[in-house]
Each structure stands twice: as structure tokens, then as C-alpha cells.
């Protein structure tokens, strides 16, 4: 990019992310409202408004406001968060008001430094692909200086805007699923951690007023989050795993910075990966709600769903990595639920896009129905699971690379690892498969387990996972992983 030169803005795989005051700026937030807003009117929608929301990051309520600014000086009107809210929230809101589009601004799981801008269509779900590539190219030919808003100010006065509060419409959708009252007149004890993040307090407010005890930690705003990622992996929420070790707690909910992503901590402290959860929810779905509908999971998901859609009859669809596959993938299947490695788990009774709020709520939900089926405890009910879907070892290391080598490491990876992957990998041999996106590939032994090495889509690092059949080779597969990461 030369001098003076717009910023080249491409979404990954889960929108658009950069650091504050680097890539980050008002400018280019205004940019990718413009292009946000020259796709509505292509789409003779500009009558419907435009949902936006907004994380605890920094100035993300101001970079909010910037984008808003823009679409008003269209004459598209706006639905503004009266506060910072969980992403999904902007994707309920899109859907209940047959809004044109949903903007969110906020970087999710990233450092703290970052921030972002998702896309949701007029589904609710992620953007897909191809509306993303019409937003890329508009604003590929637009430069910030050039973009006047309508001020905010100007425009609430004259009706354009509409503060809204999704908390009283959301109880009632996610009541149209679950017995909120039933759930919380549970004599539990449930512990909360929203990492500082916008889903602090949601749960606990949803059930409130019965036997359940539901105390949360790290739930005031903190934009630098005390130094961790706000991801509801380890290391970062060892400290949930500290107080939860110390026993009085039924289960354990992890939510990340935006609350898009769940997570779970059985009884003793144990953390269930994310693999293990989508196992989980996926055998809800199966066995407690009885939904022989498709599943939808992304490459680098569990291979529990295979096995369990081969016990139940249930087609397993495979996506790229990105809700933004994901949730299209559902809509068209018409599939029960979709995952993804990250944390990120829909529902077609609920959302074709990430609820982290939700998904903890079934988990606590499954937690209660094994109860009255003799299994007492999250750790006895993740048991059962894996003796029918198998156990899933598992972890993902991230390989993180100088920003600016990383687009040559990229292509060094893309010509010598996807262009063409070994046939064997340390002592295994192996079947390699490249990925459809061209950003990876993805290794099976003959026993079935995995590795997989990835291009982050929204950070510059190599994602490096692995599930397998034991600890071990869990373990060396992740080594032989990272040195291929480093070429």
C-alpha cells in the first residue's frame, strides 16, 4: 500500500479486524459503512433499517456512531444499541425487525488492542461470501476523506434512529426454546465468566428469581481485559478453573468478549474443550430434543459428529472454517445446529448464527435432563457422551507471526504445504486433504485422528489443532504441526 493509499479491507473469516490506530480507524470504519449502505440500495432496501451494535472495546461505541453516520446520509434508518450488547443480540434484532442488514463493531476474541466490523444478513446469520465480496468491492473504491455522515444528533431528532433494548424481546425468543422458570427453580450453583466482556450479567438476569445461584466473575467493563485474549480457552480462563477447583459449583459457563463463543467447566474444575461441547450439544439436539435434522460443523470440528450422525442416521455437512459457511450451510440443510472449533454454536430452533448465551443454556439444560437419567454431574454426563461418540483429545496451538512477514509466510505455506502436502508426517503416514479455501490442509492417520494447519482469517498467526484418540498422540501430532507452521 502505497502513501496515501486506502487501507486494502478484506473480511475473514469472521469479519474485518486490525489494530486500534493502526488499520483500525474512523476512516476506514466510515469506509465499510458506505459500502454496508451502497449494497442496501443496490437492494432497493433503504426503507429497512440498519441494526448496530457494539462491544466493551475501546471507542467501540464511538466507531458505532461513525458508521451509523454514514448510513444516515443515505436515508437509511438506524437501530441503534442503547448499550454495549452481545454480537448475537444484533443478529436477533436483524431478524425480528426484517432489518436490511446488521452491523457490529467489535474484534470478538482478539487481543486487546484490536477491534472489528461484522456483517449480518438479513437472516441473522453471518454474512456469506459473496454479499461480503460486494461490501469488499465498494469499498475498495472508496476513500474515508471523501465521506460525509449525517450527525447523529441531527438525525435522532428527526427520527432516523431508534435506541433499542433487545433484553425484553430476546427472554421471550429464547423462551420460546427453553423453560427458563423450570431451569431456574434448580437447587444449582453455577459460576459465570464473561471475561469482562458484553455478555456480563445476561445469564444471570435470564435466571433469576428461583433456587438457582448464579455468581460471576471478571464481569466489569475492562477494555484491556487484564492482559488476556477475552476467549474462552485456556490459559485465559484458568482463573474460572482456580475458584471452580475449590468445589460448591454444578458447572462452570465461559462466554467470550462479544458472548458469540460458549464454553463449560465441569464440577471438579476440569475445562471441556470446545470439541467436547459441540459433542454435547450435538448429542442434545440427537437425544433430548429429538431433531434428526443435519449438522453442520466446520473443518477443524470434532469428529464426534461424524460418529454421532452415523448412531442417529444424521447427515454431517463440513464447512470451511467461518460462520460465515456455517450459517448459510444451515439455512440450506435445514440443519438442527451448526459448530465451529471456536466456540461458535447455532441453532435453527434459535439462530443460524453463534449464541454463546444460548449454547450455555443448553448445556445447563442437558446438565438437568441427565440428572433425572441417573447421570448427576457434567463430568459423568461428558462420560456418557464419549463412550458413545468417542473421546476427543484435543488442543490447538497458535503459531503467531510478524504482522508484516505474515503475507509472505502465508504464500510460502500456501506453495510448499497446501501446493503440495507430505504423504507422511513424522513416524505416520498419512491422507492429506487441502482445504477448499486454499488456507490449509488437514492430516488423517489411519486411526483416524487429525491435524490440521490453517491460516488465521483474522489474525496474522498459523493455527495449528489436533484430535486424536489419545493424549499422546494428540500432543506429538502438535509438534510435528508447529514445525510445519514455521516452514
Sequence with gaps: MGAGEPTKILFGTDGWRAKIGDEFTFENVRRLAEGVARVVEEDGTTAKSVVIAYDRRFGSEEFAIAAAEILLAHGIPVAYSGTDVPTQMASYEVVMRGAAMGIVITASHNPWMDNGFKVKS?????????????????????????????????????????????????????????????????????????????????????LAGGNMVVDEMRSERNPWFCGVNPEPIRPHIDPVLARMAGGGYDMGMLLDGDADRAGAVDERGVFLHQLQVFGLLAYYMLE???????????VNESSMGERLGERYKVTVHETPVGFKYVGPKMIETGASMGGEESGGYGFKMHLPERDGI?????????????????????????????????????????VHIDRAAYPVVKEHLATELVGNPPSSIGSHAVRAVPLTTNDGVKFFTADGSWLLVRFSGTEPLVRVYAEATSAELRDELLVIGERLARG
Design 122 to 206: 438479513p437472516t441473522g446469520a453471518a454474512a456469506g461470501p459473496d454479499l461480503l465480496k460486494r461490501i469488499e468491492a465498494h469499498v475498495a473504491s472508496t476513500r474515508g476523506p471523501e465521506l460525509v455522515g449525517r450527525p447523529f444528533a441531527d438525525a435522532e431528532a428527526a427520527g432516523m434512529v431508534e435506541r433499542y433494548d433487545p433484553y425484553p424481546g430476546y427472554k421471550k425468543f429464547v423462551e420460546r426454546n427453553l423453560d427458563l422458570k423450570a431451569i431456574a427453580a434448580q437447587k444449582m450453583r453455577i459460576l459465570v465468566d464473561p471475561v469482562y466482556g458484553a455478555g456480563a450479567g445476561w445469564i444471570g438476569r435470564l
Design 288 to 298: 433430548h430434543k429429538k431433531d434428526l435434522s443435519p449438522i453442520v460443523k466446520t
Design 358 to 398: 444460548f449454547a450455555d443454556l443448553l448445556l445447563l439444560d442437558l446438565l438437568i435432563r441427565e440428572r433425572a437419567l441417573g447421570r448427576p454431574t457434567m463430568s459423568s454426563v461428558m462420560e456418557h457422551v464419549a463412550s458413545i461418540a468417542g473421546a476427543s483429545y484435543y488442543l490447538r496451538i497458535d
